[in-house]
């Protein structure tokens, strides 16, 4: 156990870039809907994430953030699809910096998730599909104009994050967003070069990796988060073992497996009692620092997840709630109180009311809540 401690205290350096980070751990990127409605960050954002820096954690990832006025897909989102965002973004990473974490911008679009209430434009996605956010109640197609655009988006939007002095950027593609959309089988019905094989459903994440990675200093970190099943979409397990594959490939510095549950075997592999994590990284023997995310509360928690193939532990809700849960972490005991928690409590450790507000919609987890 004194070598479990250790590991999850110990530094870890990103090989392509020799970034070094403090520790085993990473804030994963969750909403708060604390921002402006102009995309600009809100300084309660930036308190907060700034709280967490404080704790101890190795890397905090801000919320997503839109690369275009028409990726938004909630109030309260802050953007980077404007030079009119870097001031108060420099606020943040300056912020961040006076301690000891790095931090990283997943940038992200909705795709058929972005109402048209909002964007005052019709959603697209990799075809067209029925869709409750649209007036129409489809989305569009996304045409060849369309998916050069959505490069060009991100690729500028990562772009102001290197101006505003990010250390790197996370892609958003898990969790059913356009990148998903793209690459699910149940979504992307194209028959052109951006659908058919999963090199082609691909294709549109490719191209915008090898996009950014030529715009952006050597230095730059970039990563990507990824779903390992989501039936709906038709993202299945066998396909995201080869889709870790295709970026391995490209020369990515991480991936991020986002797992509901870490500790769940897969619904895909049901004679296989191993964690998703465990499959993925079983399957290479060479791959870019690999974070893993779901369901992880405790110290026990988190070494059980390293012990699967990750080499970062990302965490949300307990982050929210434990700001200082990177610093703790080392402690092999360390097993963080549950939710609820009041809003007093919450409002101690830096959420605004907002987000607060925003948090009662995860049942249980404000003790006030209606």
């Not at 907060?48 to 990832?61: D, H, M, Q, S, V």
């Not at 953030?65 to 606020?91: C, Q, R």
């Not at 005052?120 to 489809?138: N, R």
């Not at 073992?241 to 490939?249: A, E, Q, R, S």
Request: glycine share 8%; net charge negative.
């Amino acid at each position: 156990m004194n070598e479990e401690k250790h590991l999850l205290s110990s530094s870890y350096q990103f090989s392509r870039v020799q970034k070094i980070i403090q520790n085993r751990t990473v804030l994963a990127a969750m909403t708060n809907k604390q921002s402006y409605d102009n995309g600009i960050i809100s300084q309660e954002e930036i308190d907060w994430l700034t709280e967490r820096a404080k704790g101890g954690f190795g890397i905090i990832t801000t919320a997503a953030t839109n690369v275009s006025i028409e990726s938004k897909a909630w109030e309260g989102e802050f953007g980077v699809y404007d030079d009119m965002h870097i001031p108060n973004l420099k606020k943040l990473t300056k912020s961040i910096h006076q301690t000891n974490s790095l931090i990283f911008a997943q940038l992200f679009h909705g795709g058929i998730r972005c109402p048209q209430t909002i964007t005052g434009i019709t959603p697209l996605s990799a075809s067209m599909l029925e869709c409750t956010e649209s007036k129409t109640g489809f989305c569009k197609e996304a045409s060849n104009k369309d998916i050069h655009k959505i490069i060009d988006d991100f690729t500028s939007a990562a772009i102001r994050c290197v101006d505003s002095g990010f250390d790197g950027i996370e892609l958003h593609g898990a969790h059913g967003y356009l990148i998903s959309q793209f690459l699910g089988s149940k979504t992307n019905l194209r028959t052109d070069a951006w659908g058919g094989s999963l090199q082609n459903r691909a294709k549109l994440l490719v191209k915008i990796c090898n996009s950014i990675k030529a715009k952006v200093p050597e230095s730059f970190i970039i990563g990507v988060r990824i779903s390992p099943e989501i039936d709906s979409l038709g993202i299945d397990l066998y396909d995201t073992i080869k889709l870790v594959g295709i970026l391995n490939n490209i020369g990515l510095d991480f991936i991020h497996i986002s797992c509901w549950d870490a500790f769940a075997s897969s619904k895909q592999y049901s004679n296989d009692n191993r964690t998703l994590t465990q499959i993925i990284t079983d399957s290479y023997s060479n791959l870019p620092t690999i974070i893993s995310t779901g369901n992880i509360w405790s110290s026990q928690d988190a070494n059980n997840v390293l012990n699967q193939g990750a080499d970062l532990v990302g965490v949300g809700r307990v982050g929210i709630a434990h700001p200082n849960w990177g610093k703790n972490i080392g402690d092999i005991n360390y097993n963080p109180t549950p939710p609820p928690y009041t809003s007093d409590y919450l409002k101690h450790v830096k959420l605004s009311d907002k987000f607060i507000d925003y948090m009662r919609n995860w049942n249980g987890f404000v003790a006030d809540s209606e």
